[in-house]
């Protein structure tokens, strides 16, 4: 039998139940000695005896009766809040809490976020878009998204995209009056679509070739902070924009925008699911991971 950490109670009831000492053991799946010492333990700490004993009976006293009267509704209340609270459903339900940057989360709509919201129809969702980073456990959610250089090492990461590249893109009329930059060094020559991080300051464009590594400050035309907004001023031709490769890839393919400079746009990790340790993970959240990793698995590879 499960043992809850209230054996001493669940003892007394049993051999109040059977009037035998042997029989609560044979119930409860322990030994007859053992049940005579939790009885014995618990009379010591109350400082009163529960039970008359005989050779051939066991009856409870005036106290015991009292005590057991008043112990078995608390006990079997006990019990039932163990059982549902570890019972884990067939659908889950109840809210999940995520905390992710701002454009990842139309970015993951389709199909993740749907399909939960279709098969989970008891779940429901709640997810704070902020570029802050922030402590997920203190502030009370089950998972944030983060790209993966970001994930604390205290946490568990699922991947949610594949390495991701950022790219320095134009269109080609800007190209066409500005010219084509070969180099960092070239950059300084053209205006850019700024990027306005978290912690105030303006983005500098990280760029490696070589193990040659570049941080470049590009004179930026229009600063703004969300990626989806650098790439609509990119493709209003303003000037050169470093993005991601996840913003842009069916502009480049249709010809909208021209990626620049490739060979100095290292990947790097993509966007995780990161959540505090592998125990008692609810049942919610894993939900969300396992339909992360269906949706992973049924891709294309490329």
């Not at 464009?205 to 470049?216: A, C, G």
Request: hydrophobic share 40%.
């Amino acid at each position: 039998m499960h043992r809850s950490g209230f054996t001493e109670l669940e003892v007394v009831l049993a051999v109040a139940h059977r009037q035998s000492f042997r029989a609560a053991a044979r119930e409860l799946g322990m030994s007859a000695t053992a049940v005579s010492n939790a009885v014995a333990g618990l009379e010591s700490r109350l400082k009163v005896r529960l039970f008359n004993r005989s050779t051939r009976s066991v009856a409870l006293t005036p106290a015991g009766e009292r005590y057991v009267e008043r112990i078995a509704p608390a006990l079997a209340e006990i019990q039932r809040a163990s059982e549902e609270i570890t019972a884990v459903p067939d659908t889950p339900t109840g809210t999940l809490r995520i905390n992710a940057p701002q454009e990842s989360v139309s970015m993951l709509y389709e199909p993740l976020i749907e399909e939960y919201l279709q098969r989970y129809p008891q779940m429901r969702l709640e997810i704070t878009s902020e570029s802050r980073m922030v402590d997920i456990v203190a502030e009370g959610y089950d998972a944030g998204i983060r790209l993966e250089e970001s994930v604390p090492q205290d946490m568990i990461a699922v991947s949610l995209t594949p390495d991701i590249r950022m790219l320095v893109v134009a269109t080609p009329a800007y190209l066409a009056e500005h010219g084509t930059p070969l180099s960092p060094d070239d950059l300084r020559q053209h205006q850019s679509v700024g990027m306005r991080m978290a912690h105030g300051g303006i983005y500098h464009w990280e760029l490696e070739r070589h193990q040659q590594k570049f941080s470049v400050n590009v004179p930026p035309r229009i600063v703004l902070n969300e990626m989806r907004a650098i790439r609509r001023a990119a493709l209003s031709g303003i000037g050169l924009a470093f993005i991601s490769d996840l913003f842009v890839q069916e502009d480049i393919a249709a010809g909208r925008l021209v990626s620049v400079m490739a060979e100095w746009c290292q990947p790097f990790g993509g966007l995780r699911l990161y959540y505090p340790g592998r125990r008692h993970v609810p049942p919610g959240l894993k939900a969300f991971i396992d339909l992360i990793r269906e949706i992973r698995d049924r891709a294309p590879t490329p």
